[in-house]
């Protein structure tokens, strides 16, 4: 158990509708990264948010948008879903903002969305 | 921008050792790390390389040549747990906090 949770474990849904996964980082840590992980592709990274703020951008669909709040927790909202969004989508907690060293991620257990 | 390329597949027999070789071409380094990934799991931290040369942890050692941009892991006494994915992931000084990941490599180990 790496201290990262994620809710929901599972989620299905149809096209075009709208989803909110969300992501509670291990305690003390500052920083939330989202990734998204499919069938044919490796662990592609999304965004990354440190104590608040958007810290880096990465291939992200203009259809998807996130936060990080004053508590620290995170959500990824994906909206006008199509099938090809239907992936694992990973979070991981840093203790820094991932700019130098080591600041190892620890990833939570992920949340699997099928889209219908 | 980034690349990273690792092997698709390997297989190994128990008690034996691996070596999962890794190249990279970044516009700016600022670290590589390995992670391992069991099917359906999230992955987990094995090692970190800023620096060239070898850093050993247990049975797990990362060795890393900056000037070649590249990387192996090498696992020794291998298990039947070990049969994993392996990732090798970049860190881009020009791309801030982005960690870029390989495909990653699926190790299978047979008895």
Same mark, same amino acid.
């Given at each position: 158990d790496s201290g990262v949770t994620q809710t929901p474990k599972h989620l299905i849904t149809a096209t075009g509708q709208r989803v909110t996964l969300r992501c509670s980082p291990r305690s003390g840590d500052l920083s939330v990264y989202w990734y998204q992980q499919s069938l044919d592709q490796g662990l592609q990274f999304l965004i990354h948010y440190y104590n608040g703020e958007e810290r880096a951008k990465g291939?992200? &669909? %203009?259809r998807f948008s996130a936060q990080q709040f004053p508590d620290l927790h995170s959500e990824l909202n994906l909206s006008s &879903? %199509? &099938? $090809? @969004?239907?992936a694992l989508y990973f979070c991981a907690s840093s203790p $820094? $903002?991932? &700019?130098? $060293?080591? @600041?190892e991620q620890f990833f939570g257990p992920g949340t699997r969305l099928t889209v219908l | 921008g980034q690349n990273i390329d690792q092997p698709t597949e390997m297989t190994a027999t128990e008690g034996a050792i691996v070596q999962i070789n890794c190249t990279y071409q970044t516009s700016g380094f600022n670290g590589l790390f390995w992670y391992q990934q069991h099917a359906g799991e999230a992955p987990t931290f094995l090692s970190y390389n800023v620096l060239d040369g070898l850093e050993e942890k247990g049975r797990f050692s990362s060795f890393l040549s900056r000037s070649k941009g590249y990387s192996y892991l090498l696992l020794k006494?291998?298990?039947?747990?070990?049969?994993a994915s392996y990732l090798c992931a970049v860190r881009d000084r020009s791309s801030a906090s982005k960690i870029i990941f390989g495909s990653g490599t699926r190790l299978s180990i047979r008895p």
């Open positions: 291939n992200i &669909l %203009e &879903l %199509e &099938l $090809g @969004d239907s $820094g $903002g991932g &700019l130098a $060293g080591v @600041d | 006494e291998l298990q039947m747990k070990d049969s």
